[in-house]
């Protein structure tokens, strides 16, 4: 029998200036269930949370809490309506303590209080077996930690609806597990979650059922149970998965007998070890290993983004310097950081600002690129790269993460780059973004293009790479190609050193 409804939200529009981005959209949610919202980057998934949560308005619709209609125009309406949201990036107070940040905005006499707010904190802990005290400073926590104490904040304070939008994106395997026990403990409560990821295996492994949006429509709610994870995706996307299949093992190796593009020997920085490693002209290959294990580190060093200690570097079979990112630039080295929010776009500025930012850096800036030059540029790259944007002047940081991630490659691929670094260039976007970027990754490799390619995701790793390097500890423990290509065998060099 299903549990009683817990929201309703029905028939649910809002438009923005030229955009309708959502259009009769209904969602229900029962107590104790995890329900996944599943959709596209611009699906329309932010735009109904942000409705829930009162940062929006809809423009038709209506919203019921347990059977009764609700008037939610701001995010007070909604935590007095019983809905508390949980976003992938903290917006607690690290320099505070675990309790300081849970009973924030609620304590009588901060200071005079503090004994008993840290107790209150360590009995709502220890029942929701959250490893930590109410003591610590939240800085000192993990951040899998740091996401269960706004949790514990949000639970504490009656909350029926909770919404965790991307909240194991920057978790490890270990630190997953403890937030997904987490959810099961407050399910069995009786509590309501919304879950929001782009991690389609954890999809199966903790949620009831599934809606999914496109096009900021409904396209169907269905039992977890029943809606196989293809199927899923193709109802994602709107198409099948076929060009997934195509794209398996279609990276060519030319590691053997291709022309060398760049070599290191020894090259170690401020975060990397000492380590070897060269890419061949048109080569795609790439560092896998798990969280931690000195990937980053290593292509950051590549790049001259930390401090280079040691080590020689050849470029083309001619010894070269470099220290720091303009010197990788000259040498047509571009680079796609892990972090897109920190070290990738500027979100105040505009799409066309963001796409010839790297160029107009090659160029100095006394020799600025006119303004029909840079208009020319992005309308080009808005075209190839099928960027979602209002205009060349929209700010990138209202775009989606998928089209900022667009222009961040547009920004590269504007510099014409023989050898291209793309770090989680996927992470946090959806399946149909996934699937164009690692097309275009074996397109670059056509024209000649060396790419080293980094993912969290080994078969999107083995569906673009002709050859890995394998890391663990920030050391290299394996390289492997051919026939040794597989999951297994990566996750068994992971696991015990030399293939």
């Not at 940040?101 to 959250?130: P, T, V």
């Not at 023989?418 to 164009?436: A, H, N, Q, S, W």
Request: hydrophobic share 40%; charged share 25%.
């Amino acid at each position: 029998m299903d549990n009683p409804i817990l929201l309703t939200m029905r028939h649910i529009e809002k438009r923005f200036p030229g955009v309708l981005a959502l259009n009769n959209v209904d969602f229900t949610l029962r107590k104790g269930e995890i329900h996944a919202l599943m959709g596209e980057n611009g699906a329309g998934k932010s735009t109904l949370i942000k409705i829930l949560t009162g940062v929006y308005q809809m423009d038709g619709g209506e919203v019921q809490i347990e059977g009764k209609p609700v008037v939610i125009h701001s995010p007070q309406d909604a935590q007095n309506s019983g809905i508390s949201t949980v976003y992938q990036e903290i917006t607690l107070c690290p320099n505070l303590t675990v309790a300081e940040n849970m009973f924030i905005g609620r304590e009588d006499s901060a200071w005079i209080q503090r004994k008993e707010y840290e107790k209150k904190a360590d009995e709502i802990l220890g029942r929701l077996e959250i490893p930590t005290r109410g003591a610590r400073i939240l800085g000192r926590c993990s951040l899998a930690i740091q996401q269960m104490v706004a949790i514990a904040r949000a639970v504490d304070m009656n909350c029926k609806v909770l919404i965790l939008d991307e909240p194991t994106s920057s978790l490890d395997d270990k630190e997953v597990n403890m937030l997904f026990k987490l959810m099961r403990d407050l399910k069995a409560q009786g509590v309501g979650i919304i879950f929001v990821t782009h991690f389609l295996e954890q999809v199966y492994e903790v949620s009831d059922r599934i809606t999914v949006l496109r096009n900021g429509e409904l396209v169907g709610e269905y039992p977890a149970s029943d809606l196989p994870q293809v199927e899923l995706v193709a109802k994602m996307i709107g198409k099948n998965l076929d060009e997934f299949s195509a794209l398996k093992g279609s990276g060519k190796d030319v590691s053997k007998n291709g022309e060398v593009f760049y070599e290191a020997e020894e090259l170690s920085s401020s975060q990397a070890l000492p380590f070897d490693f060269k890419i061949h002209k048109g080569e795609v290959n790439g560092f896998t290993g798990l969280l931690g294990s000195g990937r980053s580190e290593s292509v950051r060093a590549i790049f001259g983004a930390d401090k280079v200690n040691g080590g020689t570097v050849k470029v083309k079979g001619e010894p070269v310097k470099i220290t720091r990112p303009i010197d990788a630039m000259k040498h047509g080295i571009g680079y796609l950081a892990e972090d897109r929010k920190r070290d990738g776009i500027i979100a105040e500025l505009s799409v066309r600002e963001n796409i010839i930012l790297a160029l107009q850096v090659m160029n100095g800036f006394f020799k600025p690129i006119s303004r029909s030059e840079s208009e020319a540029f992005a309308d080009e790259y808005i075209k190839v790269l099928q960027i979602k944007t209002a205009s060349r002047e929209t700010p990138v940081g209202s775009l989606s993460g998928g089209n900022q991630q667009k222009v961040i490659l547009a920004r590269w691929l504007l510099t014409h780059p023989d050898y291209l670094i793309l770090d989680e260039p996927t992470r946090g976007i959806d399946v149909g973004t996934k699937l164009e970027i690692q097309k275009l990754v074996l397109k670059l490799a056509e024209e000649g293009v060396s790419v080293t390619f980094i993912s969290s995701e080994v078969e999107e790793m083995l569906r673009t790479c002709s050859r890995l390097i394998v890391m663990r500890d920030r050391h290299i423990v394996g390289e492997l190609t051919g026939e040794d290509l597989n999951q297994a065998q990566v996750m068994k060099t992971i696991a015990g050193g030399e293939a």
